[in-house]
Structure formats: C-alpha cells, structure tokens
C-alpha cells in the first residue's frame, strides 16, 4: 500500500506540474501575441495636429477578391461577361455612360477625401514620391522620345495620372473602367465615391495601414514595424482621409483564422462601401473596435 500511495503521488505530481508548465507556456505565448501601437502613434500624431489619435494599424490594410455582393453579381451577369477587358463592354457593366464626364467625376472623392494637391507635370509626381526625369548628360544627344503621343490630359488629369500611376498612353477611362472590373468583388462598384477613391489607393500603394482619430478615418503610407534590434527609421504619410461624419456605418468579422485575420466593411453616406481585411491580433482588433464604438455596425463576439 505504501508503495501503491507512493507511485499514485509521483503521478500526481507530474500532472500538475505538466499542468502548471502548460500554464506557464499560454502565459508566455500571450505576452508573446499582446501588442501596443505605441511606437506608430508617436510617428502619426505630429500629422494629426488638433485631432485625438485613437487607433493605428499594425499591419497593411487588402482588399479582398470576395463579397457577397459580389458573388451575387457574377451569378447574374455570368452569361454576359467576356474573357478580354474591352472597354466598351466595361464601361456597359459599370453603366458609364459618357466616359469623358466620369473621369472628371472620378477626380472628385479624391479631392476630397484625399486632400491630395494635384500638381501639373513633373510637379505632382514629384509631390508623391515619383523619380524626377533625369536631365541629359552634357555632350550626349538627348535620348529619342517614343514615336507614340501621350493621350493630352488636363493639368489635373495629368497629375491625377501620376498620383496612381496610369498609363499615359491608354485613355484614363478606360484604365480606371479595368481597376473597377476588376475590384467589383469588395466595393460598390463606382469609383466616382468615397469608396472608390479609398480603393484607388489601396490599389496604387502597399503597406497601408488604417488609422482612427475623433474626427477622422486615415489611410497611411508606412511600412511594416522594424525588428526589436533595428532602428525605426519608418516616415508616414497621409494618403487618404475622410471626416468620421461621412462613415455611416462599419460590419467587422473575425475570419476563418480569427486570431490573424479581422474584415471590415466600411459604408460611406453617399452609399458606396469597401471591404477591407488586415491581418491583426486580438489586441490589435480590440483597438479598433474601440476606437470606432461610437459609428454604428455589426461587431464580432468576444
């Protein structure tokens, strides 16, 4: 018996010392996964004069290739789309109906939501980061121009065209009909709005994060976090902004893999919507909801 009261107590020591290791190592993985914005808020708030920053992604913001919405849109219009991207049917699905009058509307949400300064030639690719046209070097001919003639835009287009980078040989009608084709999965369809502009940026740039203050929404240019033991030299810029007036409403989810993955949809009050995905831990997520409580939506269960 004492035998028998001397084993049983080993194996009962070992079960909960397994326990208590087991504890130790969730412990030790959710510090390993608890997350602070700390560092991203101190780069973003000299941006943010006047405005309370409550939140700043962790991690770049996608659009995903599936909707709802959009799914219910290729089931009826399967039977009527084309292998080849011809603008004239592009245009017929996305209803536009003058192609001249819709790029000048297309300008619009950017004007306004983005306060980009549309700068003409060489001046606005400037002002968003593009390599200037290097300058002949002394005693060479200068190189030969192409034999094709750029398509001739307005001042603005012209910088608009920069801004995303288009190309200035192919009508921007017909390039900004593709990008609209080929995103009706996650947006409302239009990019003449709130959502399209948004989408435009998130086409033209990677590794833009949201952010949140008490007036508005942010889009920012900024790059993933440095390792621990390499400086910070990240530079944020403002792409894209909206007031938080103009955000109606906004449905988040987990997704199938809850803990790295978090979708949005955002809509705007001039109807349109995007949804967007980001991968964010849990306290990544939390900030989020926390910073948008008050805009109405759908929000995850704990």
Same mark, same amino acid.
Request: negative net charge; without cysteine; charged residues 20%.
């Given at each position: 018996m004492p035998g028998e009261r001397g084993r049983l107590g080993r194996f009962t020591d070992a079960v909960l010392g397994g326990v208590r290791a087991a504890g130790d190592k969730a412990r030790e993985l959710r510090d390993e996964f608890r997350t602070s914005d700390e560092p991203e808020r101190a780069l973003v708030a000299p941006l943010l004069p006047g405005q309370e920053l409550r939140y700043v992604g962790l991690g770049p913001v996608r659009a995903p290739q599936t909707h709802q919405a959009g799914r219910q849109l290729a089931d009826v219009m399967a039977d009527e789309l084309v292998d080849s991207l011809d603008p004239k049917v592009l245009f017929g699905l996305l209803n536009i109906v003058n192609p001249v009058v819709w790029v000048d509307a297309v300008l619009a949400p950017v004007r306004l939501a983005a306060g980009v300064l549309l700068l003409p030639g060489n001046a606005g690719a400037l002002a968003v980061g593009l390599p200037q046209a290097a300058e002949p070097e002394p005693g060479r001919p200068p190189h030969q121009p192409a034999q094709r003639q750029p398509i001739a835009l307005t001042e603005e287009q012209e910088a608009f065209r920069a801004l995303f980078r288009l190309n200035q040989y192919r009508p921007l009608a017909d390039q900004l009909a593709e990008i609209a084709y080929r995103r009706r999965y996650v947006f &409302?369809?239009?990019?003449?709005? +709130?959502?399209? &502009?948004? +989408?435009?940026?998130? @086409?033209r740039y990677t590794g833009t994060p949201l952010a949140v203050t008490d007036t508005h929404l942010h889009l920012l240019r900024m790059g993933l976090r440095p390792d621990a033991d390499r400086p910070d030299r990240r530079q944020p810029r403002l792409l894209w902004s909206v007031e938080r007036s103009r955000v109606a409403r906004v449905d988040s989810e987990r997704g199938m893999a809850g803990l790295v993955q978090f979708s949005s949809t955002i809509f705007f009050d001039d109807g349109s919507w995007i949804r967007l995905t980001q $991968?964010?831990? !849990?306290?990544?997520? =939390? !900030?989020?909801? =926390?910073? *948008?409580? @008050? *805009? $109405?939506?759908q929000r995850p269960t704990p």
């Open positions: &409302s369809g239009d990019l003449a709005t +709130l959502a399209g &502009s948004l +989408l435009l940026f998130l @086409e $991968p964010a831990l !849990r306290d990544d997520q =939390s !900030r989020f909801l =926390s910073a *948008i409580h @008050e *805009i $109405p939506g």
